[in-house]
């Protein structure tokens, strides 16, 4: 475990709705060091999804910074925030969000269409993600014709194939039973150990957190002990 890749201070969000003022984050403070996995836990409303949605450049702070390799994003414009989402953020949902009338390859492909390359070097680039999502021989077919935890691993090599500074997943795994879930968390699991990647996991499934390095509590907006993974 290297430096912070994340370090976030003094965050806050507040939202209005009509006259009425909703605090969802009151002053946290997080670092994530490169190579973590970390999940994210806490009762509906505590602001696991509103933290990890900052963090990915999907919103913006009331107060308080978030960096990322140094970079304050909170002081990005929104289009400089939505070019650098596109560069160094993965997402993963837990509806895969996957275009039913594209193959599992042309849905990996997607997020370079933003970049400045041929379709030879897509087609190269989603291939890779594919294979090292152990999907090399499904990238014709269809989501229609996948079982739903092949179409989160297609999801998730959509999300790897830009090769991402971070991969932030909001709960991967909360419409698979529990035996495709744990292979989908191994799969994130090995990608963080074998291949290095950062993953920032929202989750209220105790036993997928277990899956990541450690996990950070959050309550009423407030980050509560941190429990690190044995």
Request: hydrophobic share 40%; charged share 25%; proline share 4%.
């Amino acid at each position: 475990m290297s430096e912070a890749l994340v370090e976030i201070r003094s965050l806050t969000k507040h939202y209005t709705r009509g006259k009425q003022t909703v605090e969802v984050l009151h002053g946290i403070d997080l670092d994530i060091p490169r190579g973590d996995f970390v999940a994210l836990m806490g009762p509906s409303g505590s602001g696991k999804t509103t933290l990890l949605n900052l963090i990915g450049g999907l919103d913006t702070p009331t107060s308080g910074s978030v960096s990322v390799e140094g970079r304050r994003i909170d002081e990005f414009s929104t289009g400089e925030l939505a070019r650098w989402r596109a560069e160094h953020i993965g997402f993963v949902f837990q509806f895969y969000n996957l275009l039913p009338v594209l193959s599992a390859q042309k849905n990996v492909e997607l997020p370079l269409l933003l970049a400045k390359m041929g379709s030879a070097e897509r087609a190269k680039r989603a291939k890779v993600a594919l294979t090292l999502v152990g999907l090399a021989d499904r990238g014709g077919h269809k989501p229609n014709e996948l079982s739903g935890g092949q179409e989160q691993r297609v999801a998730i090599a959509r999300a790897l194939v830009t090769d991402p500074t971070l991969l932030v997943c909001d709960e991967p795994t909360g419409d698979l039973d529990r035996k495709t879930a744990d292979e989908v968390l191994t799969l994130l699991q090995t990608l963080n150990r074998e291949h290095g990647k950062t993953i920032i996991m929202v989750t209220h499934d105790p036993k997928a957190a277990e899956f990541a390095n450690r996990t950070v509590h959050l309550d009423k907006g407030l980050l509560a002990d941190e429990a690190t993974a044995h």
